[in-house]
């Protein structure tokens, strides 16, 4: 990957070559950290960061899930973040915020375990296919029961469903997994979540399986603002062969357009007429072109 200068750790910015972690570290062991994917994009007045408090909302609402204590405050965070990115001189960039259980006491019980937060950017262009539709697989494995994790809480050990459906998509060609959830119903990609498009109305399934992605919440608020309804609902994976149109969303991904869901076909492996607006509308708003949205942005100067 490509190196920067520096890593927050801890309230110093160090050497990117020095942030580094004991091997006895709790976190590399039992999954004990929570993280945030972010994303911060070039504006006509320099670089800003999209849903910067939601994101770190979402970071300490994780963090409460493992009883981490964060010894900042969320305007700490938020601060270090944007200090990170002048530092590190990309606009365009991918942050990974991370909080974690580190070094000093091993065990599954992890009181008494020191935690410790670092912050980390680099640039990150298209995470899944550009623009062209990717293929999507049905994964054999599906998301967590909601009683086995905290479901919506980004959790380091939890991303392992995530990296083994991804893995399982990519061993049979296709370009990203679809999970379904433990009654078989639609739920979301390992990083993204999903929606169809049917008869110019938007369908995606609602929280409870899922993680309720910050770029999902943006897209049905977009939605909403170009008099596209959405309707959050249980979706059968018979469903979606009446799928007009379906994309996923994430930080990551940002809207990713889906051509193809096992042996469906979706809309002839184009991408359709709603998404095409949903997708322009975003790349709008996150490069700050549309005054209506502009408090999602967090200028970095
Ligand atoms: N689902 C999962 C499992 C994810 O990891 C992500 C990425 N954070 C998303 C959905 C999308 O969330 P967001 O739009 O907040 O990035």
């Not at 909080?99 to 935690?115: D, E």
């Not at 399982?168 to 929606?195: I, R």
């Not at 110019?200 to 309720?212: E, F, H, N, R, W």
């Not at 991904?253 to 607006?277: H, L, M, S």
Request: hydrophobic share 40%.
């Amino acid at each position: 990957m490509e190196e920067l200068k520096k890593i927050w750790i801890d309230g110093d910015f160090v050497n990117w070559q020095d942030a580094k972690i004991h091997i006895l570290n709790h976190a590399l062991h039992y999954g004990s950290a929570v993280f945030e994917g972010i994303r911060s994009y070039q504006t006509k007045k320099g670089a800003a960061v999209f849903r910067l408090q939601e994101h770190i909302e979402r970071l300490f609402y994780s963090a409460s899930s493992l009883e981490l204590k964060i010894s900042f405050s969320v305007g700490d965070i938020k601060q270090a973040i944007l200090e990170l990115i002048k530092i590190n001189e990309v606009n365009e960039c991918y942050i990974r915020p991370i909080v974690f259980l580190s070094y000093g006491k091993m065990g599954l019980n992890p009181k008494g375990a020191p935690a410790q937060a670092a912050i980390a950017n680099w640039p990150w262009g298209a995470y899944l296919g550009g623009d062209a539709p990717i293929k999507v697989k049905i994964s054999k494995y599906i998301r967590p029961h909601p009683r086995s994790t905290v479901v919506g809480a980004k959790i380091a050990g939890s991303y392992f469903n995530s990296v083994l459906s991804s893995l399982d998509a990519q061993q049979s060609g296709a370009d990203e997994a679809l999970l379904l959830d433990f009654e078989g119903f639609v739920a979301e990609g390992p990083g993204e979540n999903f929606f169809m498009v049917k008869e110019s109305k938007l369908y995606t399934p609602g929280k409870g399986t899922i993680l309720a992605g910050i770029t999902r919440d943006s897209v049905i608020k977009i939605a909403g603002n170009l008099g596209i309804e959405t309707e959050e609902k249980k979706i059968t994976p018979e469903e979606l062969k009446s799928a007009d149109e379906a994309f996923f969303t994430g930080t990551a991904a940002e809207i990713c357009p889906i051509g193809e869901i096992d042996e469906i076909t979706i809309n002839n492996r184009e991408v359709g007429k709603i998404t095409k607006q949903i997708k322009m509308a975003f790349e709008e708003i996150v490069r700050g072109k549309n005054q209506k949205f502009s408090e999602w942005l967090t200028p970095v100067d």
